[in-house]
């Protein structure tokens, strides 16, 4: 491939990325930090059985969403994912509404990373917090604890900038690390734990499973990072999609696991005023202070792969917006030397950076908010997947699921139906109902979004050439504001 010392005006990602790379970034985005600091909440609201249910439940469904995502990756493995899928099939409009939508999604994850990172830090090094700022929620922000998830954001956004290659790296080997921390939990879990400690295994009445499963969407959000670097990795389509299954089924096992370990470790009372739940659960396995530590250096880690593989799917998705004309030019800039969209990385990296100076209580807005848009954008890449299947039948299709007959679109259904009811969840008055700060949250990022929603070109059809139509429109766009400059 021409690099771009020989070729500056290159609009193509380069291919760097093997099938472990992109399944670990797959994976390494859906572990994050919330298997640590969620974990005594989960138990809490459901006990372990109820808990270990609702991440059944909602791994069962983001793995039908993962089929249908599966198939159209292998059909279209472009950078961008959900952007090229619902263009093709639904045009322009829609497409930026589910591709705005996903990337809201990713830009919480990353902002809450951002938090996650000095609340980690500060379990390890408790005397860290110097320096009052200002009070959220009860929360007292120090500029030392704020500036230490600033550090972090710049570096994460830096080696982004340098290669995703060099970020797979990084993402290897954290999630290597992460797996070591697993297996340990199991391990003290299976010599340390004891089954009576996992009582209550149901709580009492139906909320607490939703409170519970209203976080999936948020915990499970990653396999999608798979389609966004589809157009940086190098193994056939086929594989790719196979990929985006296997990372939905592999942190379905993880949560499971975690919840398990962790209720088997303690009593649910102690477990329920514990600071940092599974870090002293994982402690008390091996009645050792250290091991707790060791615990939140996985959760570092988890924090990291997050970090960095959902600021990937950000900036490729904004990269893809950019690229087809809807958003600013700006954003489709590739950086001269690294071949990478370093102003989309910097873009959602500046964001996050702002996030810690708003306190640990960001963590659950943060969770709450990203959610009803990351359904939103499953939602729409459901329909999608059945309106090709109708419309597009002789659309190339390495991997099809379900075959040619109905048991294809059944699972297209199925996918709709549930993305609809969960999202039906959020609204006010049901079980797991949304407060009002993650409801402002996404308000303003919808609002963002309007500004440009209403720019983007209305009358270019739904197909196969609707993205080099929406392109060819709107360079014709700029050349004309262009010509009115120059008279």
């Known amino acids: 491939m021409t690099n771009n010392k020989q070729n500056p005006g290159a609009t193509t990602l380069a291919k760097t990325l093997g099938n472990w790379d992109a399944l670990a970034l797959g994976f390494g985005a859906m572990i994050g930090f919330g298997w640590v600091v969620l974990t005594g909440g989960w138990l809490e609201s459901a006990g372990t059985l109820g808990a270990v249910l609702a991440m059944v439940v909602g791994g069962g469904i983001m793995a039908i969403v993962g089929l249908t995502y599966a198939e159209l990756t292998a059909s279209m493995p472009k950078a961008g994912g959900e952007h090229n899928f619902i263009l093709r099939a639904l045009g322009p409009r829609p497409s930026f509404i589910g591709s705005w939508a996903i990337t809201g999604g990713y830009v919480t994850i990353v902002a809450f990373e951002a938090v996650a990172f000095p609340r980690t830090v500060e379990y390890i090094f408790p005397g860290m917090s110097r320096i009052p700022l200002w ?3 009860g929360f007292e922000v120090n500029l030392t604890w704020a500036l230490v998830g600033v550090v972090a954001g710049l570096l994460i956004t830096w080696i982004n900038i340098r290669g995703i290659k060099q970020a797979s790296v990084v993402q290897t080997f954290t999630v290597i690390f992460l797996l070591a921390v697993g297996a340990l939990m199991i391990f003290g879990a299976f010599s340390a734990g004891d089954p009576q400690h996992m009582e209550p295994l149901f709580t009492p009445g139906m909320a607490g499973f939703f409170t519970v499963l209203m976080a999936v969407p948020f915990l499970f959000i990653g396999f999608d990072v798979i ?32 919840v398990l370990t962790t209720s088997s470790a303690m009593p649910a009372s102690e477990l329920a005023g514990a600071d940092i739940a599974t870090a002293d659960a994982f402690g008390a396995m091996f009645n050792s202070e250290i091991m707790a530590k060791i615990l939140i ?3 570092i880690a988890g924090i990291l792969t997050s970090w960095n593989s959902l600021l990937i799917g950000a900036s490729r998705l904004v990269f893809s917006l950019a690229r087809s004309g809807m958003l600013p030019e700006w954003f489709a800039k590739l950086h001269p030397k690294y071949q990478t969209p370093s102003n989309a990385l910097m873009f959602i990296g500046g964001i996050s950076l702002l996030a810690p100076f708003f306190g640990a209580e960001m963590l659950g807005w943060l969770v709450d908010s990203g959610a009803p848009s990351i359904i939103v954008a499953y939602l729409l890449v459901s329909v999608t997947f059945l309106v090709l299947r109708r419309r597009d039948a002789g659309m190339d299709r390495p991997l099809r699921i379900g075959g040619k007959g109905r048991a294809g679109e059944a699972i297209g259904w199925i996918a709709v139906l549930l993305t609809a009811g969960l999202l039906s969840l959020y609204m006010p008055g049901m079980p797991a109902s949304l407060t009002w700060e993650p ?14 929603f209403f720019k983007v070109p209305a009358g270019i059809k739904a197909g196969p050439e609707a ?10 766009r700029r050349k004309a504001r262009a010509g009115q400059r120059i008279t």
């Open 227 to 258: 389609p966004q670097s589809a157009e940086e990795v190098n193994i056939p389509a086929r594989q790719i999609g196979k990929l985006v299954v296997i990372s939905v089924i592999l942190a379905t096992i993880w949560y499971v696991m975690v």
């Open 467 to 476: 993205e080099e139509q929406v392109v060819e429109l709107v360079r014709a």
């Open 439 to 452: 409801w402002l949250i996404f308000a303003i990022w919808w609002a963002l979004g309007a500004l440009f």
């Open 135 to 137: 009070t959220v929620a």
């Open 297 to 299: 250096a996985g959760g």
